[in-house]
């Protein structure tokens, strides 16, 4: 890319940015749209609090706690960035009727859906780290690391959010393929990472083959990664008796590979839909 | 009497045909079912999973398998109920239901018995695998008065659905928003997945306004008996189930006409993208 191609796309992908957080933002004042941003991911901490004192008559500490409760903090990147940017395509398509515009314009497709991630990225984030705090000054879970993991869980957290974005471009490119199939699907890919990849329990827990399966994907890595490097505590079963060496350099590998393939999936789909005419279909979904 | 059975005949045609409308649409594509109906579950399973991965004990497992089924029902008020006139506005259908000579609660309760029968259909999947499958206990000897309560509840749910629903004619994504909050703090709120009384005080909020918890609470006991750690007696969830169901149904009403007129007022009955 040369450097004037360079700077348009950087241009590009700003105003794809600022759209997209005109297009998640402007309904509500800042501080109603904080409230309802954080909302969701924090009722969905709670529900797990409540469930885990439910089950230990009131206690709410110790390593398995946080455990659980990091592991969903980082989760929310799930719903809120990875089935976010697949909404995008179902959202501007269906309801906001203007992806047909959009891919008319100098813009491009991929370059857009990288902007509007940027958007998913900064809530799952602000999201992320107020449940961190939550846990930190109110629950009591107790973050410790060392130099080593903290540097490790920086790397690995950028290694995350690539094979998350990623895999939230396989499900785009799958939106613009299938009708209303996209929008349970992108449901439901939310519920099998949720219940494949250790995100509140250990994989062990899962029947046969099954507790195998999340190891395909990064999410397990990141989770147990981060995991490692926020409270330095291992998952219980097979996946806690990985060294952490091999988890991060898995999780890197497995990010890279899914940016890959979910980068070639979606531009395989997308000259798919633009050969079928589905680009500016709605379906009533 | 020949008018009140002329009104009848048209509110139940006008009734019968938006539920219609609403089962055929759910069904007339195989992959449609499948995965409406699979898909959900995931969310069920998982909870199952993280009592069993806490070693909890089995009943537990119950809690999140009825937390499911009533799971489909509240997802169908939400999307398929409250924020129904949200997609028909923005398709353009809005206008029909106003220029039709049925009474809107005709439409409403199509909408409504359509939303049931389809929310079932995921519901009786869950459900049964909760049962066949991951064999959570369940004490059936009280079923008939679990059905009871059941319908009890979905007539309370779909009456707040109704009330939903008007906020749709003056409101557009503001509202839309509002139903996407009402997922994940409803299910922490109602104690979807956990019993009510770990939310302590809170708990009387939550009965306050959630026929869910109310519904949930009575069901849990009736299948659980002790186990359930029920918030209030099944009696008295009867009578509070009973009388919301009511009061939303006519806070529906006046909703219903406060916000119609208003947003023809104001212009933005039909407006879309707003």
Known sequence: MTQAGARTWIRHFRSAAWLGWQVESNWADPYIFAVYALARPLALSLILVAIYSVVSGGALHGDRFAWIYVGNAFFVFVPLMLVGVAWTITEDREQFQILKYIYASPIGLFTYLAGRAVTKFVTATMSCIA???????????????????????????????????????????????????????????????YLVCGAVFPVDTLPGFTRYVGFLFPLTWWLEGMRRSWLGVRAAGMVGEIPD???????AVS??????????????LEHRAKQQGLLDRTTAF | MKRLRDWLVLNGRAAGGRAYVRIIGATREPSWILSDTILPILGMLAYVYIYRGLGAPRAYETFAVLGGLMLAYWISVLWSMAAQFYWEKQMGNLEFYFTAPCSRFAILT??????????????????????????????????????????????????LGMWLSSLFLLYGREVWHLANAFQEPVYLASGLYFPVRALGPWA??????????????????????KLASGFLPIGLETVLLAI????????????????E????????????WQ
Request: glycine letters at 14%; aromatic letters at 12%.
């Open chain 1, 131 to 193: 449940i961190l705090l939550l846990g930190g000054l109110v629950l009591g879970v107790h973050y410790h690391t060392t130099p080593l993991l903290a540097l490790a869980g920086m790397v690995g957290f950028v290694f995350g959010v690539i094979g998350t974005f990623g895999m939230g471009l396989l499900l785009a490119g799958a939106g613009l393929v299938f009708a209303r199939q996209a929008v349970n699907l992108n449901e439901g890919a939310a519920g099998v990472l």
């Open chain 2, 204 to 225: 009387f909020l939550a009965f306050g306004v959630l026929p869910l918890s109310l519904g949930l609470d009575a069901m849990r006991q009736l299948f659980l008996g």
């Open chain 1, 245 to 251: 060496a091999v988890i991060f350099a898995v999780l």
């Open chain 2, 244 to 259: 919301s169901g009511v009061v939303f149904i006519a806070i529906a009403a006046i909703s219903w006409r406060v916000l």
């Open chain 1, 255 to 268: 990010a890279v590979a899914w940016y890959a393939f979910g980068a070639w999936t979606y531009r395989t």
């Open chain 2, 110 to 159: 199509g909408m409504a018995v359509g939303g049931m029968i389809w929310a079932s259909t995921r519901a009786v999947v869950g459900f049964g695998l909760g049962i066949f499958v991951l064999h959570v206990p369940m004490d059936f000897s009280r079923a008939p008065e679990a059905a009871g309560i059941f319908l009890l509840t979905l007539v309370a749910l779909y009456a």
């Open chain 2, 261 to 272: 007129e208003r947003s023809k007022r104001e212009g933005k009955l039909t407006l879309r």
